[in-house]
């Protein structure tokens, strides 16, 4: 999986816990018939992306852009909550946007070291090398 969409399906994985986590009713078992149903919810918004994706803008700015539309999509996630749901679905590309070139799409995407070489849980160590803060955005949640 790349950088990309690791990064988004840990995204998704920190939104369906926070959804979770927002219910105030006392935790239950399911029964049977509850077990096979949930509430869901897809969300789209007109993103927050770079003027041209081809365009070349530094890992600052990228992070930036990012974490706009990741507070949208916070403050999504919270609303849903509130109205019972427990998964939510986003865009694809909702975060970083699309088009991007190899080079153009360089500042967006984290390092990830190679699990056969390194042994390292992001959550738990997320400064241990550079380039992984869009990968560690999820904490907030």
């Not at 920190?14 to 018939?33: F, I, K, M, W």
């Not at 700015?61 to 109205?83: C, F, G, P, S």
């Not at 995407?109 to 999820?138: G, I, K, Y």
Request: hydrophobic fraction near 40%.
């Amino acid at each position: 999986m790349s950088g990309a969409g690791s990064q988004l399906a840990l995204f998704l994985f920190g939104c369906y816990v926070v959804a979770l986590g927002v219910h105030t009713e006392e935790p239950r078992v399911a029964q049977h018939s509850e077990a096979e149903h949930y509430v869901a919810a897809v969300y789209e918004h007109q993103s927050i992306f770079t003027p041209s994706p081809l365009a070349l803008v530094g890992r600052k700015q990228a992070l930036d852009l990012m974490n706009q539309n990741l507070d949208i999509y916070e403050q999504q996630v919270t609303t849903a909550a509130q109205k019972g749901v427990q998964i939510i679905v986003f865009p694809e590309d909702g975060i970083h946007g699309f088009n991007f070139t190899r080079t153009s799409i360089y500042p967006f995407l984290d390092f990830m070291p190679s699990p056969q070489l390194v042994r390292w849980n992001p959550c738990l160590e997320p400064h241990r090398f550079n380039d992984t803060e869009a990968s560690n955005m999820e904490a907030r949640f």
